[in-house]
């Protein structure tokens, strides 16, 4: 496919996604305002969730923030008994934040509320459709993964 003869297609292609983006966002901040943490927060927590204990380096590579950043808003998620530094037994000089029950547990609630507002959303899709737009975008996202 050519972009110059798409022109008009991309540009709704990235208009819809930004729609898309802004109205996922806003209604995850709705489904956080149940829960003590901020949405820098979740996004810690959902990478940790995902990948399992990381340095705080690699926590803030994943969420776009600045080291001191990461370690003000891991300092905080600890207070609230939702992750923990560890030691790496390998190497004593290395600390890792490891996932707490409560913060598993948030994640999956929180995680678990999105679904089930995609899934109200989804409804008037057929299976078929449902199914065509997962795999477009797990496409799309193993497209973006590469560029």
Same mark, same amino acid.
């Given at each position: 496919?050519?972009?110059?003869?798409? =022109?008009?297609?991309? /540009?709704?292609?990235?208009?819809?996604?930004?729609?898309?983006?802004? +109205?996922?966002?806003?209604?995850?901040?709705?489904?956080?305002?149940?829960?003590?943490?901020?949405?820098?927060?979740? +996004?810690?927590?959902?990478?940790?969730?995902?990948?399992?204990?990381?340095?705080?380096?690699?926590?803030?590579?994943?969420?776009?923030?600045?080291?001191?950043?990461?370690?003000?808003? /891991?300092?905080?998620?600890?207070?609230?008994?939702?992750? /923990?530094?560890?030691?790496?037994?390998? =190497?004593?000089?290395?600390?890792?934040?490891?996932?707490?029950?409560?913060?598993?547990? /948030?994640?999956?609630?929180? +995680?678990?509320?999105?679904?089930?507002?995609?899934?109200?959303?989804?409804?008037?899709?057929?299976?078929?459709?449902?199914?065509?737009?997962?795999?477009?975008?797990?496409?799309?996202? =193993?497209?973006?993964?590469?560029?």
């Amino acid at each position: 496919m050519s972009i110059d003869k798409n =022109d008009g297609m991309v /540009v709704g292609v990235e208009k819809s996604l930004r729609h898309i983006e802004a +109205i996922i966002k806003q209604k995850g901040r709705e489904i956080l305002g149940d829960y003590a943490i901020t949405p820098p927060q979740f +996004i810690a927590l959902q990478w940790l969730f995902e990948l399992g204990d990381m340095t705080i380096g690699d926590l803030s590579n994943r969420i776009f923030l600045a080291c001191s950043t990461t370690t003000d808003l /891991v300092d905080r998620m600890e207070k609230n008994k939702l992750v /923990v530094r560890v030691k790496d037994p390998k =190497d004593r000089r290395v600390v890792r934040i490891h996932l707490l029950p409560e913060g598993e547990r /948030v994640i999956e609630e929180v +995680i678990k509320k999105r679904q089930h507002y995609l899934e109200g959303v989804l409804g008037n899709f057929s299976e078929n459709e449902i199914a065509f737009l997962q795999s477009t975008l797990k496409k799309l996202h =193993d497209e973006m993964k590469e560029k």
